[in-house]
């Protein structure tokens, strides 16, 4: 073997074992890139409030004794299942938030609900009492809604961490740098 041929050979050896070789972040000591994206759990959120609705649907339509502690269960359902949803993601602010969004913005509602009905019907007469009441029902539903939806659509985010194939400077290929070919030869 000439040593021409003997080089050649050493190096397309050398080549053909340093080939599948791949750096990893943790044999080089190095960490992984970590990238922080807000995902949206608010989907919980609204498996909550559909079980306290349905809950509070359900103690209405009943003519029984279960029908005042369902409504009271659903009552309850809908003003903790947001904070607990909030605290099971380790939410604190979006907890807080969203106790006093179920609390505040019903009884705002309905206080401002039975001031419209009064500033409209001076609150005189023997209906006085049914206009103040409707105007608060139908503010504090209002409100509620209101809640619900700031809760689910505007608070129920969190930051997590997604990692990156690859640690900064690995000896690694990104995907899109690679692209696979078919080829096909031959003589005729």
Not at 4 to 18: G, S, Y
Not at 68 to 84: D, E, K, N, W, Y
Not at 120 to 146: K, R
């Amino acid at each position: 073997m000439t040593p021409v041929r003997k080089l050649l050979t050493a190096t397309a050896l050398v080549m053909a074992l340093l080939a599948p070789c791949r750096a990893s972040a943790q044999s080089l000591g190095m960490v992984p890139r970590t990238e922080r994206e807000q995902q949206w759990y608010g989907w919980q959120n609204l498996i909550g409030l559909g079980v306290g609705y349905g809950t509070l649907a359900l103690g209405e339509a009943l003519d029984n004794e279960l029908d005042v502690a369902l409504v009271a269960t659903g009552a309850g359902v809908l003003v903790l299942s947001g904070p607990a949803i909030h605290l099971a993601h380790e939410n604190l602010p979006a907890a807080g938030a969203s106790l006093g969004l179920n609390l505040g913005l019903p009884l705002g509602g309905g206080l401002l609900g039975m001031g419209v009905m009064c500033a409209t019907n001076n609150c005189t007469g023997w209906f006085a009492e049914l206009g103040a009441a409707v105007g608060a029902l139908g503010g504090g539903i209002a409100g509620a809604l209101a809640a619900h939806v700031v809760d689910a659509a505007a608070l129920a985010y969190e930051e997590t961490e997604v990692r990156s194939g690859a640690a900064a400077g690995a000896l690694t290929f990104d995907q899109a740098q690679i692209t696979p070919v078919f080829q096909l030869g031959g003589r005729f």
